[in-house]
């Protein structure tokens, strides 16, 4: 069975940083690409970030260029996204999603980031 | 960036109802068009892909159409489980962008 399971949510104030992982299995994750994908309380989605196969072809939304950093670890089947000078607009549940071709056919339940002081 | 705008923002349908909802993008997305649909507490799934193709295990009363840049969701005969948020999303070019969501709720 096909999991993403994500981890690392913390409540961290603003300026702060956090590291969010996600463990994938059930599927061969060195194939395809990989994306995280937030939604802020009581609002819509929007997509954060993507990453290719080899790790080295990266992707953000304006909102978070230059603040965050996507990565995987293909030997670990696990996806990550490094956080820094976090901002309270980046409270939201990140999701982490796998792609199939142009769609997001996976995705985990999702990981807590609330920024507050 | 390119701009995706559901319509409507919700929508008050009974059972067995045929609903529609269509998006809008900015500028042509040919058919890199996604529905998804997203239940209070969940992750979102994956209904439809490329405008028309119907994702394994979806139930077949959920159909889409549309290319350029009108694109429609259609749920031919509404069923208990199928009250939720339905977001459009297009893969054309990054940033990849949702539209707004329409909320299917019980008349």
């Known amino acids: 069975e096909l999991q993403l399971v994500e981890s690392g949510g913390a409540v961290v104030q603003p300026g702060g940083s956090l590291r969010l992982s996600c463990a994938a299995s059930?599927?061969?994750?060195?194939?395809?690409?990989m994306h995280w994908v937030r939604q802020a309380p009581g609002k819509g989605l929007e997509w954060v970030s993507l990453?290719?196969?080899?790790?080295?072809?990266?992707d953000y939304a304006d909102s978070v260029k230059g603040r965050f950093t996507i990565s995987r670890d293909n030997s670990k089947n696990s996806l990550y996204l490094q956080m820094n000078s976090l901002r309270t607009e980046d409270t939201a549940l990140y999701f982490c999603t796998k792609a199939s071709g142009d769609d997001f056919d996976y995705w985990g339940q999702g990981t807590l980031v609330t920024v507050s002081s | 960036d390119i701009q995706m705008t559901q319509s409507p923002s919700s929508l008050s349908a009974s059972v067995g109802d045929r609903v529609t909802i269509t998006c809008r993008a900015s500028q042509s997305i040919n058919t890199y068009l996604n529905w998804y649909q997203q239940k209070p507490g969940k992750a979102p799934t994956l209904l439809i892909y490329?405008?028309?193709s119907l994702q394994s295990g979806v139930p077949s009363r959920f159909s889409g159409s549309g290319s350029g840049t009108d694109f429609t969701l259609t749920i031919s005969s509404l069923q208990p489980e199928d009250f939720a948020t339905y977001y459009c999303?297009?893969?054309?070019?990054?940033?990849?962008?949702f539209g707004q969501g329409t909320r299917v709720e019980i008349k």
């Open positions: 059930g599927f061969t994750f060195d194939d395809y690409y």
């Open positions: 990453i290719k196969w080899d790790g080295v072809t990266t």
């Open positions: 999303q297009q893969s054309a070019s990054t940033p990849y962008t």
């Open positions: 490329a405008a028309t």
